[in-house]
């Protein structure tokens, strides 16, 4: 895991500028305590003295000693820098809407701490200390979900997280419930902080909320691709479709390497399959694009998904607040790194690739109740008229592949100005980031409708002693129908629906799938 290191007993070690995908993905799903690289802690000092200078000298530098944004020329007097910074805090706390889901605000505190252990911040070694404490005792600050804009900083959710460091709001306690900032501090021996000068806007500052839910956006659209890949296995045997549009020549001659890996990735999947020779004469020259074109286009997912991966594990490990500080030469120079523009773009290439890949599965499960084209009882029941199948499954699908291609309209392209028009141009990065969760929840649907169509389409056609499909074809087969039983006659098909989601959501796909996700690799 590069320098992102986890002994099989210790915790996770984060090495600010160096914590990989993989470990982001551990510390997204929990169930793993983390500490900072020792070697951290000499910037963090450093930094922290070269604030201090500034303010013992008098001198004046922006958001250490001045107000904010619009008000940057507002020159504060050091008395009153504490109170400067707590209101900050309390006046920024001003989000709506549900709270952020877990396994994103574990992601908010662990990039809040790396990216404030960079030392560009001008924090105390102890504010990071307490942000792992947090993580590590399983208290979750409460993060309102909307609020932000995305440039500045995710100003209002990280306000929230900052207000658990002074002793208010709100934390969900890991025995159910909420309690008070107050008191998650207490718990893990801490009383409230008095914010130093910067300290208040090195927390609000920064890009980690919409990184945050970018990832998990990134996370779960790796798991449904990797679901719609055995999906399109499942259809591709039950049709009795064509391998030779696999064939790693015809991709290797266009050279694009999301497709070639995805080639490879069926090749393996169907290796040993029975079926496949079995209907080697059977006169079909080519089979629709669902089928035969999933190289070239879940390979164009998987390039996009490789690209905003990379994105975001810079950002990730970047120091994104405002000013940044510089120990070694003592300057502390005002920019806007706070702006999420890369992670804005990241998030809607990722909604694109999320979109795809449940739009190309429901036309794959269309296909399977085409009797004209797949060779299958119409809807996939034998009794058909009296029963429907698999009819109003497909409805479902296609409603849930219609909502994604709305919500992948890119939300990068919107901007709308705030504090005055000194912050004129914004990112909305974080509604990019949020709406993944959504979209990747509605692709699990539709991959699991098909997995589930399909699978009855093979047994439709298997005879008692007829071919078998591969090994890792069979496995999954066997799983789904652990899940979810042959459909005989029509019955009450939600809890299916919904075993299937599930089944799409699942993590641990075969070496052959994982071996190419960005995350997983």
Request: proline share 6%; with cysteine.
């Amino acid at each position: 895991m590069d320098l992102a290191t986890h002994a099989a007993s210790g915790p996770l070690v984060l090495s600010p500028g160096d914590v990989d995908l993989p470990a982001l993905r551990r510390i997204h799903a929990g169930g793993v305590r983390l500490e900072l690289a020792p070697s951290a802690r000499a910037g963090l000092l450093a930094a922290q003295a070269t604030v201090r200078r500034i303010v013992e000298a008098g001198e004046v530098v922006y958001g250490i000693n001045t107000g904010f944004g619009k008000l940057a020329q507002t020159i504060i007097p050091p008395e009153r820098l504490a109170e400067l910074q707590r209101n900050l805090v309390l006046s920024h706390s001003v989000g709506t809407g549900a709270p952020l889901p877990d396994g994103v605000v574990r992601l908010v505190l662990a990039a809040k701490a790396v990216s404030l252990a960079r030392g560009h911040s001008g924090v105390r070694p102890e504010i990071v200390d307490a942000l792992l404490a947090l993580f590590n005792a399983g208290l979750l600050p409460r993060i309102p979900a909307k609020g932000s804009v995305g440039a500045s900083g995710d100003l209002a959710p990280l306000a929230h997280l900052a207000c658990v460091l002074i002793g208010e709001g709100e934390v969900a306690a890991p025995e159910g419930g909420t309690i008070g900032g107050a008191e998650a501090l207490r718990r893990i021996g801490l009383a409230p902080f008095v914010l130093g000068p910067k300290e208040g806007l090195a927390l609000l500052n920064g890009t980690q909320v919409s990184t945050a839910l970018a990832l998990a956006g990134l996370f779960g659209a790796e798991d449904v691709f990797a679901a719609g890949l055995v999906a399109g296995a499942l259809s591709l045997e039950a049709i009795q479709g064509s391998i030779k549009p696999f064939d790693e020549r015809i991709h290797a001659a266009r050279g694009q390497p999301g497709q070639i890996a995805v080639a490879g990735a069926v090749r393996a999947l169907l290796e040993g399959s029975q079926i496949v020779p079995s209907h080697a004469d059977c006169g079909r020259v080519q089979d629709p694009y669902s089928i035969r074109c999933v190289p070239q286009v879940m390979g164009a997912c998987l390039d996009n998904l490789a690209h905003a991966a990379r994105v975001l594990r810079i950002e990730a490990n970047a120091a994104s607040d405002n000013p940044l500080v510089f120990s070694d030469s003592g300057d502390v120079i005002s920019g806007g790194n706070f702006h999420a523009e890369p992670v804005a773009f990241a998030a809607d290439i990722v909604a694109l690739a999320i979109s795809e890949i449940g739009a190309i599965s429901e036309r794959r499960l269309a296909l399977l109740l085409d009797s004209g084209l797949s060779g299958l009882p119409p809807f996939l029941v034998r009794d058909g008229g009296v029963n429907s199948g698999f009819m109003i499954a497909q409805v479902t699908a296609a409603a849930l592949a219609s909502e994604n291609k709305s919500l992948a309209h890119p939300a990068s392209v919107d901007s709308l100005p705030t504090s005055a028009n000194q912050e004129d141009h914004v990112s909305m990065a974080t509604f990019a980031g949020r709406r993944l969760a959504e979209m990747v929840d509605n692709t699990a649907v539709v991959v699991g409708i098909e997995a589930m169509a399909a699978c009855q389409g093979i047994e439709l056609k298997r005879s008692a002693g007829g071919p078998r499909s591969s090994t890792l074809v069979e496995a999954e087969f066997a799983g789904i129908r652990e899940r979810v039983a042959f459909i005989e006659q029509d019955r009450f098909l939600a809890p299916d629906v919904e075993a299937m989601r599930l089944w799409a959501r699942r993590a641990d796909r075969a070496a052959p799938l994982a071996g190419i996700l960005p995350s997983r690799a």
